[in-house]
C-alpha cells in the first residue's frame, strides 16, 4: 500500500499572531468601565457554587472585572493558586468545561487531580456522594463537579469542607457557563454598563425548561434587565412547555421583559444578541431540541449582531458563520478561561494574592 503525503508547506505552518476570534473581544474597554470593590470579591470565599440564583450584579461585575484584569495580562498571574490542588470530577462528558477549568487552575500555579470516568470511582460500585465528598476532604482544596444526576452536587455539597463548584448538574444549572456568557455580552460592549446605555434586544434559542444552559443564563439577565430592552425565547414548544413551573413569572418579576415566540428568521434582525443552543443532557443522553431553527451565512442577522453559543454545535450553528463578525461564540469559550480563573482564586482565598497587581 502506497502512503501519498498530503502535506504541503502550507498545511503544516501557522501565524501565531493571528487573531483566533472574529469578535472584538478584548476586555480592557471592561476594566476600565467598572470600578474595583474588592470587598464583593472576599463574600465568595468558604462558599461554594453550585446555582445561578446565588450572584448579585455587584458580585458579578467584580468577578468580570477580575477575570478581565486576567486576560489582559495572563503572563503576570501564573502562581496565586501555587500549593492548591483542584479534584475535576468530571461524570458527564465534557470538553470545554472540563479543559477551561483545568486550564485556568494549571495557569494559575495549582495542581490537578482528574476524574473522567465514573466507572473508574466508588460511585460506579454504589459509595454515596457523602462518602466520596468526605474522602475529597482530605484530597484537595475545591471540586468542580459534573454529573448527570442534578442532585449529586447537593449531596455532595453537604459533607464537603472545601468549596465545589457546579460545572453542570443534569438539566438544572450551569452556573459558569452562564457567567462566561455575560461577561462575553459585556466585553462586545462595556458601555451597556454607563447611565447612558441604549438598551438591546437579546433572542435565546433554546428551551429554558430542558437546558441548564439557557436555564442559567437567564437567571443571571434578571441582574441586568436595565440594559435589556426585550428578551425574546424562541422555542418550537409552547410557554407552558418551554418554561418549568414559575420560571417565567421570577424572570418576569426581576424585571426582564420576556417574550415567547416560535419563528427564529423573523425576530433575527431585531435581535443584538442571539443565544442559540440545542442540545440537553438527560443522564448520560444527548437529547437534541428545538430542530426547527438554524442559523447561516445566509440567515437575516441584524447588521453587528453577535451570536452565542456554549458549544458543541450541531446543525443549529452553520460553520459558514465562523468567518463573520457575527461570530462571538469562540470569543465566548476562550473567555470562559478567565471566568474561572477569577472565581477560582476568590473561592480558594487568594484574592490578595491578584488585587495588587495591574
Known amino acids: ?5 498530503m502535506a504541503t508547506e502550507d498545511s503544516v505552518t501557522f501565524d501565531p499572531d493571528l487573531p483566533d476570534v472574529y469578535g472584538d473581544a478584548q476586555p480592557k474597554q471592561l476594566l476600565r468601565t467598572i470600578i474595583e470593590e474588592h470587598e464583593q470579591l472576599q463574600t465568595l470565599a468558604n462558599r461554594h457554587v453550585i446555582s445561578s440564583g446565588q450572584f448579585s450584579r455587584d458580585v458579578m461585575l467584580q468577578l468580570f472585572r477580575l477575570a478581565a484584569k486576567f486576560e489582559c495580562n495572563p503572563e503576570r498571574f501564573n502562581s496565586p493558586l501555587a500549593g492548591k490542588l483542584l479534584i475535576s470530577a468530571f461524570y458527564e462528558p465534557s470538553t470545554r468545561t472540563r479543559l477551561s477549568f483545568e486550564s485556568a487552575w494549571h495557569r494559575l500555579g495549582g495542581d490537578i487531580m482528574s476524574i473522567a470516568d465514573r466507572s473508574t470511582t466508588g460511585i460506579a460500585k454504589g ?5 466520596v465528598a468526605e474522602m475529597f476532604n482530605n484530597y484537595g482544596d475545591c471540586v468542580v463537579l459534573r454529573d448527570s ?4 452536587v447537593y449531596q455532595m455539597a453537604r459533607s464537603l469542607r472545601i ?4 460545572a453542570g448538574n443534569g438539566i438544572m444549572e450551569h452556573p459558569t457557563q452562564a457567567l462566561a456568557d455575560v461577561y462575553t455580552i459585556l466585553k462586545w460592549r462595556p458601555e451597556l454598563l454607563t447611565d447612558d446605555a441604549k438598551p438591546i434586544r437579546i433572542g435565546v434559542v433554546g428551551v429554558p425548561k430542558r437546558m441548564r444552559t439557557v436555564r ?4 443571571l439577565l434578571s441582574q441586568f434587565s436595565d440594559i435589556i430592552e426585550e ?12 418554561f418549568a413551573d414559575g420560571q417565567l413569572e421570577a424572570l418576569e418579576e426581576a424585571g426582564l421583559n420576556v417574550r415567547l415566540s416560535n419563528e427564529l428568521d423573523g425576530e433575527l434582525p431585531e435581535l443584538d444578541v442571539v443565544y442559540i443552543n440545542a442540545i440537553a443532557w438527560v443522564k448520560n443522553a444527548r437529547e437534541v431540541m428545538g430542530n426547527a431553527f438554524r442559523l447561516d451565512d445566509q440567515s437575516p442577522l441584524k447588521e453587528g449582531a453577535i451570536i452565542l453559543h456554549p458549544l458543541a454545535r450541531g446543525p443549529e450553528l452553520d460553520v459558514s ?7 462571538w461564540y469562540f470569543a465566548q469559550a476562550r473567555g470562559a ?7 477560582l482564586t476568590c473561592m480558594t482565598q487568594r484574592t490578595e494574592r491578584v488585587m495588587d497587581v495591574v
Open 1 to 5: 500500500m502506497i502512503m501519498v503525503n
Open 149 to 152: 444526576d442534578p442532585e449529586a
Open 231 to 242: 428578551l425574546v425565547v424562541i422555542s418550537d414548544r409552547p410557554a407552558k412547555t418551554a
Open 337 to 343: 478561561v478567565f471566568v474561572r480563573k477569577a472565581l
Open 216 to 219: 442559567s443564563l437567564l437567571t
Open 321 to 327: 458563520l465562523d468567518t463573520t463578525p457575527h461570530n
Open 127 to 131: 459509595e454515596s456522594y457523602a462518602d
Open 163 to 166: 468549596p465545589i463548584i457546579n
